[in-house]
């Protein structure tokens, strides 16, 4: 658009240079657009009536501040009063209408504009009316080509300024991360976005923040009943208020109060959204639905690692909120889909399955995560090999707790509950398994376990099932409801120097070891306990009060190891988690590095590391499965597989690419085989040739296999020398 040149004072300056110089000197931008409004793109007018018809209070405006401060801050903040609002501010006479669809002027979190979000959780019993008085629309009185122009300046700022005011009010925070303000621009552009960005980097406040901006109500699809629970706390906390609608929801009013409007974010589960399809209509007519927010949205897909077949029917929500369907919208509403692991053909599906629209915005986020050191480790991942595997782990906690002069000093104690005996009665039920039984040489003095943790466990809760194909309820034990008046932490990522001491960072923070089988968390859990480490079993069948004590210890630091099934899951926001092991293969890369990314949120250094037993492997693999869904099962074991059996290629790199990422440094330097090097070479030619013989001696190759010279070749080999 070609500037329109502002007269007056100061002679040719353009209505936009006008408009940032005045920004520029400090004033409010709804002042400036109110007062360019009523007398024009002069400067000097423009001033006066800014400045209430006399010069002098553009030296208040520069005196007040020493210099002008940024009008970003400026606008973003509630005016103070006194000295710095002695400008005469037009805002009462003239006010802006709508910034765009989603914006509705003094609307959201500030305050006196008549909704302040409940601190209680759940939400305020009393209904807040969060619709705001619109005023008259300063656009109207300029001409069309400066109007343009003030509402494109006038989006811009404000957005920006609005942003930052609710981030700082609400959250505490001074600015957005590059990737939460593309999301959010997505949005202001009502496209649809789907935001693929790392575990731990906030991804909530992308659908958080739209509810604080405008009067209308952001729906949220989550999951899990757990993780609804635990985000409407934060939120509360925030001072923004939240409801989460479903079956795990014990007050029946909820959902009518949610469906009139009176809370400003509503999580739900995609059954609920299914069957509240009409009164979310309603909601989206008035008040109005600002976004639909899919969160966990690799669930969608078949290709993922937790899929929930209900996600796939929310194309609904694409198909039936939108302008064509619902004549009283202007745009159809966005839906954001987020999620921290999903490969492109996951992504693919998602866009597809959820019917996103043709223009939809990717935002992606590195994979990369430079404080996370990975590294592969070969073993029986069996009771018998605990004391070799962990001895290294148990000595860091002891050592450390010696350290501290707290050797024989528990930080919690947990009572024993009245249901449960001791981890030593997992001894008496262990299985035909010839691994299940715990090396007794390895418990060392039994009463050592009892009273170091004393955590309380069920004799049924040794049963040996796979936790690798869990239902609703594996996953719904995982956090929220568990973590009330627990410290909520802050997990940025800042910026951490590898090169600091590993053995300085690692001591500092729990670790999460994760089993195949529920079984074993009892097992590991026990000979860690009987070594003296702060550790706690965790599987979905525990009872919930055992399952509660093991969330809030650990999130106040009283527990050292949680040995777990991948039910101690999503949701897990605590910063110092310093080590995430693997005990046995994951169920595809996709959950490793989600599992994985557990640690670290703090950004210092922290260690990954996978205990493989390829032998184990195939028990990983479903029985009630599609065809279809068993080659898919197929394909993530044999990704795992790749991984682990890697010795030449940095895993850090292995990790990314499998997300579809180029690894740009190509080595990370930090992982076993950055270190390592790959293994010697070894030539077995000789051994392999007479292996040879004998198969062909049993005429199991034929000669032209076993005698071409690329099989000759083939038997020059690596050897693992880790393992
Ligand atoms: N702009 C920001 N500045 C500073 N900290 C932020 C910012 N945005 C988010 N955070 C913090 O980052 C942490 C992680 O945020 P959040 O839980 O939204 O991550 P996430 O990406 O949803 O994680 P997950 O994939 O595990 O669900 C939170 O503690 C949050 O307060």
């Known amino acids: 658009m070609e500037p329109v040149a502002a007269a007056g004072t100061g002679g040719h300056v353009s209505a936009d240079g006008l408009i940032a110089e005045l920004l520029d000197m400090g004033f409010d931008f709804d002042d400036i657009a109110a007062a360019v409004g009523a007398v024009g793109p002069r400067r000097a007018e423009a001033l006066e009536v800014l400045l209430g018809g006399s010069g002098a209070g553009a030296g208040q405006a520069r005196r007040g501040g020493g210099t002008p401060s940024r009008p970003a801050s400026r606008a973003a903040l509630p005016r ?23 914006i509705a002027s003094g609307a959201g979190s500030r305050n006196g504009s008549g909704r302040e979000a409940s601190t209680s959780f759940p939400c305020s019993e009393t209904p807040v009316d969060h619709r705001v008085p619109v005023g008259v629309d300063v656009c109207s009185k300029l001409g069309p080509e400066l109007q343009s122009l003030v509402e494109n300046l006038r989006a811009d700022c404000s957005h920006k300024d609005k942003i930052t005011a609710v981030l700082q009010k609400h959250f505490g925070f001074s600015s957005l991360k590059g990737f939460q303000m593309e999301v959010l621009d997505a949005w202001f552009a009502h496209k649809d976005c789907l935001v693929l960005a790392a575990t731990g980097s906030g991804k909530s406040l992308c659908f958080q923040i739209p509810a604080l901006l405008t009067t209308k109500i952001v729906v949220v699809i989550s999951p899990l009943i757990s993780l609804m629970h635990d ?83 929310l194309s609904v929500l694409r198909e039936n909120f939108n302008s064509t369907k619902l004549k009283f919208l202007k745009h159809d509403i966005p839906v954001m889909a987020l999620t921290a692991t999903a490969t492109i053909p996951v992504r693919e599906d998602i866009v597809k399955s959820l019917k996103m629209s043709e223009d939809t915005k990717i935002v992606l986020t590195s994979f990369f995560r430079p404080n996370l050191q990975f590294s592969v480790k070969h073993s029986k991942t069996s009771a018998s090999s605990y004391r070799k595997d962990f001895q290294e782990l148990i000595g860091t906690y002891n050592a450390s707790r010696k350290f501290k002069g707290k050797e024989n000093q528990l930080l919690h104690e947990i009572e024993p509950g009245s249901e449960s005996s001791s981890y030593d009665s997992l001894n008496d039920s262990a299985s035909d398994d010839e691994d299940s039984n715990i090396d007794s040489a390895s418990c060392g003095d039994k009463n050592v376990g009892k009273t170091r943790t004393g955590m309380p466990l069920v004799k049924e809760n040794t049963e040996n099932q796979l936790d690798l194909y869990p239902g609703v309820d594996d996953f719904d034990v995982s956090c929220g409801e568990f973590l009330e008046g627990s410290q909520s932490e802050s997990s940025a990522f800042p910026a951490q120097s590898n090169e600091a001491s590993l053995s300085e960072c690692l001591d500092q923070g729990p670790t999460i070891v994760y089993v195949p089988t529920r079984k074993e968390t009892v097992e590991l859990a026990n000979f860690l306990c009987k070594s003296g480490v702060r550790a706690a079993a965790y599987n979905a069948k525990m009872p919930k009060s055992h399952l509660r004590q093991v969330h809030q210890q650990f999130h106040c630091n009283g527990l050292e190891v949680v ?82 059996l890697n010795t030449s290629t940095c895993r850090a790199k292995i990790l990314v690419k499998y997300f579809g990422e180029e690894f740009g440094p190509d080595r990370c330097d930090m992982c076993d085989v950055c270190i390592n090097g790959p293994p010697q070479m070894h030539d077995f030619k000789e ?34 020398k880790a393992s």
């Open 231 to 313: 985000q409407c706390m934060k939120l509360a906390k925030h001072g923004i208020s939240a409801c989460f609608l479903g079956s795990g929801q014990p007050d029946s009013r909820v959902e009518g109060k949610a469906m009139a409007g009176m809370y400003k974010i509503v999580y739900v589960c995609p059954e609920t959204v299914l069957r509240l399809m009409e009164p979310l209509k309603k909601l989206a007519e008035k008040p109005g639905i600002a976004l639909f927010a899919v969160d966990e949205v690799h669930c969608v897909s078949k290709w993922g690692h937790d899929f929930r077949p209900d996600y796939r029917k």
């Open 80 to 102: 103070p009063a006194g000295k710095g609002t002695q400008l005469r501010n037009p805002r009462g006479r003239l006010r802006q209408s709508s910034i765009t669809d989603h």
């Open 687 to 720: 051994e392999a040739i007479v292996f040879m013989n004998v198969l062909q001696g049993r005429s199991i190759w034929p000669e032209k296999v076993w005698g071409s010279t690329k099989f000759q070749n083939g038997c020059q080999s690596y050897t693992g």
């Open 563 to 644: 040995v777990a099934t991948i039910a101690f899951g999503m949701g897990i926001d605590k910063s110092n988690v310093r080590r995430i092991i693997h005990y046995g293969f994951p169920q595809s890369l996709e959950a490793y590095y989600q599992e994985a990314g557990r640690a670290g949120r703090d950004g210092k250094l922290s260690d990954c590391t996978l205990y493989c037993n390829f032998l184990r492997a195939p028990t990983l693999l479903p029985n009630k499965r599609s065809e279809e869904q068993t080659k898919a099962a197929y394909r993530m074991l044999r990704d795992c597989f790749h991984y682990s």
